[in-house]
């Protein structure tokens, strides 16, 4: 039988640990040693047991689910645990080709409402254009600022993590907001890659997007909300209804977490990106404050490395709405353009299908803000193209034969 057994949980000063034993198949799954270690940039002295160990239950419960696994505690939030079977309910009509089986088995349930009423809002806040677009739609409820080291700069990465933790910080002080950063080794504890292995040829996604990051992310919340009394979560949408796909942070799931008398809104589902970044631009213009976006997960040191294919759509959403990127935290030379929408026209031939709609989008926004002979040249194709046949699944194949003979003359 799969078991974690939680051995202990232990919260000193600004820091929680969790100490577990692993035992059962999935064993292979869980990294030495096994013990989950949080640091906050603020105290969490007060946060009980029960409360401690949600940030490790976040990102465990779906482990245990798709491997029909028991988790043995103490002690657990009551909220949180009633909330569990509505979140996991998100997982299973999201993916109706899996079994989500496995649960939770606490020794004791406690109440940690706080009692007093309580307006105060945070939101998890990275900088990139669904955060910033969040942050803009709630600035008026001054919300707290949440910022999770090793979701995507890893901890090596000290130089990396600098430099946004910086960023973030005077965008707090800037508009005169708390900020709060968490050190969490959420994807450093469990194999990963084992465990997107394990689920792809269901599912087609890896296990951080399609499993973890959404529940897993917005766990870590839950010892701030205690300690600080915060009411209301948000954690920016990356899809809308039209373009939504399987990925674990979705508002079916999002929306039905809950922990000490707090809850979670999935926000901006209403938004396009071409919507986010035209509200984002808008707000630059009508504050007068420039604005650097983040939206990279390629680049070491936490800059934007205007090479993948989120900053190139970035760059092309924001030309779409006649702004210049190189204003917005995208730094590259004019010449630099032509190559970087080559790239780009290679790339749309690889992501998900739900990426269709928002190409379309983003068209009706050039068409909107130029004459075709307005269009810089490296921007043509895209002004121009019929969005149905470029994305065939005959230039797919064409597509990819090409990027593989491109590997195969770099070797």
């Known amino acids: 039988m799969n078991k974690i057994v939680i051995d202990d949980i ?15 198949e999935w064993k292979k799954y869980f990294l030495t040693p096994h013990t989950f270690i949080v640091e906050y940039s603020k105290s969490i002295d007060t946060v009980p047991p029960s409360v401690a160990v949600i940030p490790f239950l976040c990102n465990i419960l779906p482990v245990a689910w798709i491997l029909d696994g028991q ?50 809002t945070a939101a998890f806040f990275s900088g990139g254009v669904d955060s910033f677009s969040t942050l803009i739609s ?11 080291w090793g979701a995507d700069i890893p901890f090596e990465d000290q130089a990396g ?38 689920v792809v040829k269901e599912t087609g996604n890896n296990w951080w997007y399609g499993f973890q990051h ?52 999935h926000d901006g589902f209403e938004y396009s990106r071409q919507d986010k970044v035209n509200r984002i631009s808008e707000y630059v213009r ?20 205007c090479n993948c294919e989120k900053c190139h759509l970035t760059i092309l959403c924001l030309l779409a709405g006649k702004n210049d990127p190189r204003e917005y935290g995208f730094s590259y030379r004019n010449d630099e353009l032509a190559n970087m929408m080559k790239d780009f026209r290679m790339e749309i031939h690889f992501t998900h299908p739900s990426c269709n709609i928002l190409y ?17 040249k490296s921007l043509k194709w895209y002004y121009k193209m019929d969005i149905e ?14 990027r593989k003979a491109k590997r195969i003359t770099r070797k």
């Open 286 to 305: 009508r504050s007068g404050a420039p604005l650097n976006l983040r939206v990279c997960w390629e680049s070491e040191g936490g800059s934007n490395c």
């Open 71 to 120: 988790v043995i505690l103490e002690n657990v939030d009551k909220d949180f645990y009633d909330s569990i079977d509505k979140f996991k309910q998100g997982f299973i009509d999201m993916y109706p080709a899996l079994s989500f089986k496995g649960r939770i088995i606490p020794s004791k349930v406690t109440d940690n409402k706080h009692h007093d009423n309580s307006y105060k």
């Open 138 to 148: 709630h600035i008026d409820e001054t919300p707290i600022l949440m910022t999770l």
């Open 161 to 198: 993590w600098n430099l946004v933790d910086n960023y973030i910080e005077s965008i707090a002080n800037d508009k005169k907001l708390d900020y709060v950063s968490i050190k969490t080794p959420l994807r450093r504890f469990l194999d990963e890659a084992g465990l997107s292995e394990y």
């Open 10 to 24: 232990r919260v000193i000063e600004n820091r929680l640990e969790c100490t577990y034993s692993v035992s059962g």
């Open 360 to 376: 379309h989008i983003i068209q009706e926004e050039m068409h909107k803000n130029y004459k075709v002979n307005d269009v810089d």
């Open 214 to 265: 959404g529940v897993g992310v917005i766990g870590h919340a839950a010892p701030y909300v205690y300690q600080y009394n915060v009411k209301t979560i948000y954690i920016a949408s990356s899809f809308t209804e039209e373009d939504r796909s399987t990925c674990a942070s979705d508002p079916s799931i999002d929306n039905n977490v809950r922990f000490c008398g707090s809850r979670v809104i």
């Open 389 to 402: 046949k470029e994305l065939s699944p005959q230039k797919r194949i064409m597509y990819r034969f090409i």
